[in-house]
């Protein structure tokens, strides 16, 4: 695991933000309409609309998360749905704990 290039990606208060997000995206994202709930992620276009920043910054934003495993992607047609990847934020946290 390189805890310093995840900490790169981290140093993005709104990187945070979108992780914080969807930690329980029901308390910060609407309903969504072509899935019946959140247990595939949150429409990139709902993150989008949350932050206010361009799309194109919000897909760098969400493949650089993606990138260092916090995110999972899914395809619903042309549509694409995150989800956090706890398994891969715990391993961080805790080789974090392990190294300070």
Request: one cysteine or more.
């Amino acid at each position: 695991m390189d805890t310093i290039a995840i900490n790169k990606v981290l140093s993005s208060q709104v990187r945070v933000d979108i992780l914080n997000w969807l930690k329980k995206p029901e308390d910060h994202f609407p309903k969504q309409v072509n899935v019946p709930d959140f247990s595939d992620g949150v429409c990139v276009c709902h993150i989008q609309d949350k932050t206010g920043l361009s799309q194109s910054t919000i897909s760098h934003y969400l493949m650089m998360l993606h990138k260092i495993d916090f995110l999972i992607a899914t395809r619903h047609g042309k549509w694409t749905y995150y989800r956090r990847n706890e398994d891969e934020i715990l391993h961080y946290i805790h080789t974090l704990s392990d190294s300070l």
